[in-house]
Nanobody
Framework: QVQLVESGGGLVQAWGSLILSCAASGSILSINTMGWYLQAPGKQRNLVAAITSGGSTNYADSVKGRFTIYRDNAKNAVYLQMNSLKTEETAVYYC???????????????WGKGTLVTVST
């Protein structure tokens, strides 16, 4: 099993910045893609950004140029640098990872419990 724990959420003013962190733990064999998703109240969960173990990244169009995803493979961690935050980006941000663990080399998908980001005017 793999556990993902997010941190770094909180209250920030519009156009401010915040860094989210996610640490993976457990009997990890390997982690492939890690990513961040957001879910606003009453809405579906959507991809914000993702990064492969090799460093290839993918961003939602709405955050390109403002958000940066990066990871530390040695620490099994992924981060999301968020700049110029908008009020509509108030949401719970979830960490996601495709990982293999224990004695099973097949990849499974894991979610953290989320961290709340509130962007105020």
């Amino acid at each position: 099993q793999v556990q993902l724990v997010e941190s770094g959420g909180g209250l920030v003013q519009a156009w401010g910045s915040l860094i989210l962190s996610c640490a993976a733990s457990g009997s990890i064999l390997s982690i492939n893609t890690m990513g961040w998703y957001l879910q606003a109240p009453g809405k579906q969960r959507n991809l914000v950004a993702a990064i492969t173990s090799g460093g290839s990244t993918n961003y939602a169009d709405s955050v390109k140029g403002r958000f940066t995803i990066y990871r530390d493979n040695a620490k099994n961690a992924v981060y999301l640098q968020m700049n110029s935050l908008k009020t509509e980006e108030t949401a719970v941000y979830y960490c996601n990872a495709d990982a293999s663990a224990g004695s099973d080399y097949s990849s499974m998908n894991y979610w953290g419990k989320g961290t709340l980001v509130t962007v105020s005017t």
